[in-house]
């Protein structure tokens, strides 16, 4: 653990981030309520699909922003931006709530899909304000569990609003004396907004930079130091932008002749490397596009299967059978709990054996991009061949655990190549790339799946594992470039070990 703070002190600051990203999780708790939401106020399935989506541009198309305030503004005391997720989220499940409650008479689907907007714009603040406040409270050899224990609450969310509403907010509602189970949707989306922004308000007094609260700020460290080339040219050349006490003020320091101007002008040259330093891109560094590569091609794989196993398991049924049977629903239901469980289990044990494996073997994280590669890889593979819902199943734990391993490995990685003061704007600025890989991917699979459908009649859905091979070959090929990325990213860095790699600026 790190030796500047105390035990107290760094779990506080987990159990804050983690509280926070829970509440930014409940994004994807539409699909609990959608249907009766589409079923109330007589929207078409179109009309619920793009309110469900604009929710997602809000998470995703707000990461940058929120961690460009989050780097630039807040850095040192993160509450204002907890104060932003709390309003917004709460105002936005509240008013979908009174929407659906009767409260707005007839309302337009667009301003439903504005106020799940909303919603979707405080998770992003939400998200990216405690993984990055949480990261510059750890060194860097705790990295991994600083952010696979939040990133795990995030995944784990919809999964445990799930439970909550089957169990507090499901009941027997019937007129005629027949027992019909129905969910309080109402209740469920107050109790939403009760918990996001009460979640959000606690988390504003919680959760704190530690290095800010103690003084030690200017000492937080933006170098590279994967690799441990710490006696290189190249991770020499950064440190001295990085600290204020640089060698070149500590050798006019030392010079008896050094005369005071000349202390001042080198404070002042390097607090303006300092900042120079705080607003470089990484985008300006091809190891980070290697990372866009290795995370779209997976991501695009995870998100093909996990928006779309309904589909898959429904072409695995025979004819018969239709979505409304309960033996498909059972199946469709056991299949999401998988995924949501090994997404979580692979984010949270990726990052814990990421540090251990550091602390212990000194085996560097760029490992587990491999690991993500190699069970996606399988994944795709066993997809190829898959004719029954039981060899799904192993497609969909292996899926479900290397699409976890993917969201701790990446961001870890992005603190650790490029430093933690920009952390929030480079990651945040990376979660961009699931919104086009998923769509891409999804769209894919959806045109080889129609293109497999009965001629005769369209409307039928497509049977047999024809219906989504095809999907499934081209998910192998995104896995074995994004091993490819990793690959490149791995040799690149090696040689930066050596020196064969001038500097990161050369790029």
């Known amino acids: 653990m790190n030796s500047k703070f105390g035990i107290q002190e760094l779990a506080t600051s987990v159990f804050s981030a983690s509280l ?48 460009y305030l989050v780097d630039k503004y807040f850095s040192l005391d993160p509450a204002p931006v907890f104060w932003i997720s709390s309003t917004l989220m709460f105002s936005g499940f509240s008013l979908i709530a009174i929407s659906y409650q009767g409260y707005f008479p ?13 919603v979707g714009i405080g998770c992003a603040s939400a998200y990216h304000g405690s993984l990055a406040t949480n990261l510059r409270n750890f060194e860097k050899k705790d990295h991994g569990i600083a952010i696979g224990i939040p990133v795990s609450a995030f995944g784990i969310s919809a999964a445990l609003m799930a439970r909550i509403a089957i169990y507090y907010f499901t009941g027997n509602k019937n007129d005629s004396g027949d027992e019909e189970v129905s969910l309080d949707v109402g209740g469920l989306l107050l109790f939403l907004a009760c918990f996001c922004g009460v979640a ?17 700020y200017g000492k937080i460290s933006t170098e590279d130091d994967s690799f441990d080339d710490r006696t290189t040219a190249t991770s020499s050349s950064y440190r001295r932008h990085t600290t204020y006490g640089s060698n070149l003020e500590s050798r006019r320091l030392l010079d008896s002749d050094a005369s005071v101007v000349e202390v001042e002008e080198s404070k002042q040259q390097t607090q303006t490397n300092q900042i120079e330093e705080i607003d470089v891109t990484c985008f300006d560094k091809v190891d980070a596009w ?13 998100l093909m299967h996990i928006n779309n196993v309904g589909a898959i ?10 979505s409304s049977d309960p033996k498909v629903q059972a199946a469709q239901n056991l299949h999401v709990t998988m995924i949501s469980i090994c997404n979580f289990l692979g984010r949270l ?52 655990l290397g699409y976890g391993v993917v969201w701790t490995t990446v961001p870890v990685l992005v603190g650790e190549f490029f430093g933690s003061k920009r952390f929030a704007f480079h990651w945040g600025s990376m979660t961009l790339i699931p919104a086009f890989g998923g769509q891409l991917m999804s769209l894919y699979f959806g045109l080889v799946y129609d293109a497999h459908r009965d001629k005769q009649d369209p409307s039928l859905p497509c049977r047999g594992g024809e219906c989504f091979t095809d999907s499934y070959l081209f998910a192998t090929v995104l896995a074995i470039l994004s091993i490819v990325a990793s690959t490149t990213i791995y040799i690149r860095r090696y040689r930066m070990k050596l020196g064969i ?7």
């Open 200 to 216: 959000n308000l606690i988390t504003s007094f919680t959760l704190k930079n530690l290095h800010a609260r103690n003084g030690v």
């Open 106 to 118: 007839s309302p337009h689907f667009l301003l439903l899909a504005f106020f799940n907007f909303f």
């Open 20 to 67: 926070a990203m829970m509440s930014a999780g409940t994004i994807y708790t539409f699909s609990l309520y959608g249907p009766q939401l589409s079923s109330k106020l007589s929207y078409t399935q179109t009309q619920t699909a793009f309110i469900a989506q604009c929710g997602n541009y809000g998470i995703y198309l707000f990461g940058p922003v929120f961690g």
């Open 501 to 507: 790699v001038e500097s990161r600026r050369s790029d």
């Open 313 to 322: 398991i429904l072409s695995l049924f025979p004819a018969p059978l239709t």
């Open 349 to 400: 044990v990726s990052g814990y054996l990421s540090d251990f494996c550091w602390r212990t073997y000194k085996l560097q994280r760029i490992y587990w991009s491999f690991v993500a590669s190699g069970l996606l890889f399988l994944a795709c593979l066993r997809g190829l061949y898959c004719n029954s819902i039981e060899e799904l199943f192993t497609v969909t734990v292996l899926i479900g």
């Open 290 to 302: 290697f990372l866009v590569i290795f995370m779209g091609c997976l991501t695009g794989i995870g």
